[in-house]
Nanobody, 120 residues
Framework: QVQLVESGGGLVQPGGSLRLSCAASGSILRINTMGWYRQAPGKERELVAVITSGGSTNSADSVKGRFTISRDNAKNTVYLQMNSLKPEDAAVYYC??????????????WGKGTLVTVSS
């Protein structure tokens, strides 16, 4: 059973920083792309940033220059460093990972989400 567990969310003032973490556990053969998505109230879930197993990254224009995604393959963990946070960054942040559990089977997994609130 594969699980993704996020941590690091919370309340921060505008201009502040947070670091999110997401650890994958369970019967894992290989993790391909990992990423972060977010969903604000009344809005659709959107891509924030993704990172391949080789370290290539891509991020939404709205967070470029402020958010940095990274991963530790040895720990099966992906991070999202969020700086210069704005009220519009407030959302539930979800971790996503493309995980192979054996040579035949793999799929996308999602964490349960961690809430980020940006308010003074």
């Amino acid at each position: 059973q594969v699980q993704l567990v996020e941590s690091g969310g919370g309340l921060v003032q505008p201009g502040g920083s947070l670091r999110l973490s997401c650890a994958a556990s369970g019967s894992i053969l290989r993790i391909n792309t990992m990423g972060w998505y977010r969903q604000a109230p009344g809005k659709e879930r959107e891509l924030v940033a993704v990172i391949t197993s080789g370290g290539s990254t891509n991020s939404a224009d709205s967070v470029k220059g402020r958010f940095t995604i990274s991963r530790d393959n040895a720990k099966n963990t992906v991070y999202l460093q969020m700086n210069s946070l704005k009220p519009e960054d407030a959302a539930v942040y979800y971790c996503n990972a493309d995980i192979k559990v054996d040579i035949y089977y793999g799929r996308q997994y999602w964490g349960k989400g961690t809430l980020v609130t940006v308010s003074s």
